[in-house]
């Protein structure tokens, strides 16, 4: 009766296995035609079988702390890589609420722009050079892929494919001059965003708390530009003719645009003159690890 | 002692299947290590389902470029190859591109300064088009695995890196410098343009996922590189001025593949 009840318990979660991330299949052809094994058949075929696999440890209730290096893909005028923090709280296997911050020290125009300053006078409107100088996102990530790999048939990591979605705020700014300018690059504030963020990744599991993470988030932040540095275009063009002296609205920071305001005030003027409703498709790739507690 | 007794009176299929279970519940105390069971073989699931030793390759896929943002680049690639054990495969790509300049190309160019003697301006980089080209590529494919969809539909698959040398036939259209001498704008089609075949190697990497036994479905993404040039401290108005400057020029393609496994 006893082994009878361990077979049953057996061949239940057997059975039950769909319901985890792996099924069974047998290392050696079997008999049974569905590829699986019965517990009952005889000692040779049962010595092929390959147990289902069950998740060896699970993320639900866990706090997971991920340290991210992003990196900007679509650098056709803008060009950013910074670093990110996040933490989550896996609230199911599955589901987890995130926040997370970013920052990129390195935010400026891409050399494409940078050429078209310098070879053919142009330059792209402030809606397609907005730089994403810092950032945050509070938002749900969902996990419904998993699987396993192995490395040189040798070494075998759980994975898991998760999209995830956020909302935030995004602190931006606008180069004003270019790396071969005397001054060298110089930037204007361009004040706070919304933002959202979409994104889509892997993480696989080095160990029960250690993952690897890549994901590509499409970072998406308003393009309304109307002032740097506090200034309106009406400000912009008046410092631009008459520095220092000029007669600036009093949300205006005129020592902003550095001891010779002219120059960066009068590419500030050029690039806010038609404010534009567009929005910043940000998209980044982000290589990180995680620590699960 | 009781217990004992009772285990060696257990049919071994019993035993195999409380062993499992074990196995099952133990799982979190070693995510990643092997445990092999009395059989001797693993009881995690090994095996390739889809196994790639001595077997030909012969693959279409359809590219399109991701980093030249001033020229539209998308094509096809043929490739055929040997895969000589589960990792490691070596063969033949040809490929052919449709190959223009954007629209960004063609505003730059409308907006373009008066021509002038009196500065001479750099031509703007970066705007080769890689027409076509035949590469030598070995391929290593160090990770296999499986992911479960819906916890019903498994997906084995693979990850590889490759890389790869050949020759290319490169076409060059200026976006700034005109053929013609002269002050006046660069009538439409009258921008230096010059055609060349050169070396180009390549380096990629990407996902195989794998249909059945003989079909695959693959993304990846690899970067063509090659020797380019611009012509730097143009004198606008003389299209024979300036001196060459190299660099490496690049290309990066996203591409969407199918194959067979003969």
Request: proline content about 4%; hydrophobic content about 40%.
């Amino acid at each position: 009766m006893r082994t009878h009840a361990l077979i049953v318990f057996a061949l239940a979660a057997f059975l039950g296995s769909a319901a985890h991330a792996q099924s069974a299949r047998p290392i050696a052809p079997a008999s049974a035609a569905d590829g699986t094994q019965p517990a009952g058949e005889s000692d040779d075929d049962v010595q092929a079988v390959h147990v289902v696999e069950k998740r060896p440890f699970t993320e639900g209730g866990r706090l997971e702390l991920s340290l991210f290096a992003p990196i900007q893909v679509n650098t056709k005028f803008t060009a950013h890589i910074g670093m990110g923090l996040e933490v989550a709280y896996h609230i199911r296997e599955n589901l987890a609420v995130q926040i997370g911050g970013l920052w990129n020290p390195i935010a400026q125009q891409s050399t494409l722009t940078e050429e078209l300053v310098n070879k053919v006078n142009q330059q792209p409107l402030a809606a397609d050079a907005l730089l994403l100088q810092a950032g945050g996102l509070v938002g749900l990530e969902l996990m419904p892929i998993y699987g396993k790999l192995n490395i040189f048939d040798g070494k075998i990591l759980k994975l898991g494919f998760y999209l995830n979605v956020g909302l935030g705020l995004a602190k931006t700014e606008l180069q004003l001059q270019s790396s071969s300018s005397p001054e060298g690059r110089t930037f204007g504030d361009t004040g706070i965003r919304p933002m959202a963020g979409l994104g889509a990744g892997f993480r696989v599991f080095l160990t029960d708390r250690f993952t690897l993470r890549l994901e590509i988030r499409d970072l998406v932040y308003s393009a309304y530009v109307s002032t740097v540095n506090g200034c309106n275009y009406s400000d912009t063009v008046a410092i631009s003719h008459n520095g220092t002296g000029a007669t600036v609205s009093s949300s205006c920071n005129i020592s902003a645009f550095g001891s010779d305001p002219k120059g960066d005030a009068a590419v500030a003027a050029a690039q806010i003159q038609t404010p534009s409703a567009d929005v910043v498709n940000n998209l980044t790739a982000y290589l990180g690890l995680s620590f699960l507690f | 002692m009781r217990l004992q007794s009772t285990v060696h009176r257990l049919p071994r299929a019993a035993l195999l299947a409380a062993l499992a279970l074990v196995a099952l519940g133990a799982g979190s105390a070693a995510a990643e290590d092997v445990i092999y069971g009395p059989d001797g073989a693993p009881t995690v699931v090994q095996r390739k389902l889809y196994p790639m030793s001595n077997r030909w390759e012969l693959g279409l896929r359809l590219q399109t470029s991701l980093n030249t943002p001033l020229v539209v680049q998308d094509g096809a690639l043929l490739d055929l190859s040997y895969h000589t054990n589960e990792w490691f495969d070596f063969g033949g790509e040809l490929f052919g591109n449709y190959t223009a300049l954007s629209n960004l190309a063609d505003v730059i160019r409308q907006k373009l300064p008066e021509r002038t003697a009196t500065t001479p301006k750099d031509e703007i980089a970066n705007t080769d088009q890689l027409r076509g080209g035949f590469l030598a590529v070995a391929r290593v494919a160090p990770i296999y695995g499986k992911i479960n969809l819906a916890s019903e539909i498994n997906v084995h698959f693979q990850t590889y890196l490759l890389l790869g040398a050949g020759v290319t036939m490169l076409h060059h259209e200026s976006v700034n410098l005109c053929a013609v001498g002269g002050t006046t704008a660069c009538p439409e089609g009258d921008f230096q343009t010059n055609d060349q075949i050169t070396f180009v190697g390549e380096l990629g990497g990407g996902f195989r996922f794998y249909l059945s036994e003989h079909w695959s479905l693959s993304a990846e993404v690899r970067a063509f590189l090659y020797p380019s040039q611009y012509k730097a401290d143009n004198d606008l108005t003389n299209p024979t001025s300036g001196t060459e400057t190299s660099y490496l020029g690049s290309m990066v393609s996203f591409s969407l593949g199918i194959a067979r496994l003969f």
